[in-house]
């Protein structure tokens, strides 16, 4: 398999942006006392939309989330990294940031990302 230097680099942006929204979420919440009612809403509001946009991928496996054939690196890459971090973002989106829940469930999903992106990279580097 020939390996589209773009469209794996494309793929490994969109995996590396969902990975830094997680961390983002998990350092935001991360100081307690300065929670806010107000920040918990946003800080739920940006989860949802987190799982959301990945479930949505997971639906189509394809960096369009459209209906499509599926390129090779889609179907290798992209579409199990998807399937296997959606099925993981187990927890709830009304998990409230103050639980335990909130930092062991994102790290689930970080970790999904990182393994997948540390994997397209290892085959970037071999086809080079």
Known sequence: MELDHNEAVAIIAELQRW????RSLVDDA???LR???NSTDL?????????????DAAKYETLSRKKSPKTDLE?????????ATSS??????????YSAMWNRGLHDVKHE????????????NASV
């Open 75 to 83: 179907q290798f890459f992209f579409g199990p990294a998807v399937r």
């Open 35 to 37: 929670l806010s009612s």
């Open 19 to 22: 990975h830094d929204e997680a």
């Open 30 to 32: 991360a100081d307690k």
């Open 43 to 55: 800080l739920k509001a940006r989860l949802t939309k987190l799982k959301g946009e990945i479930k």
């Open 88 to 97: 993981n973002f187990r927890m709830r989106t009304d998990t409230s940031p």
């Open 113 to 124: 990302l990182s393994y997948a992106i540390h994997s397209i990279r290892e085959s970037l």
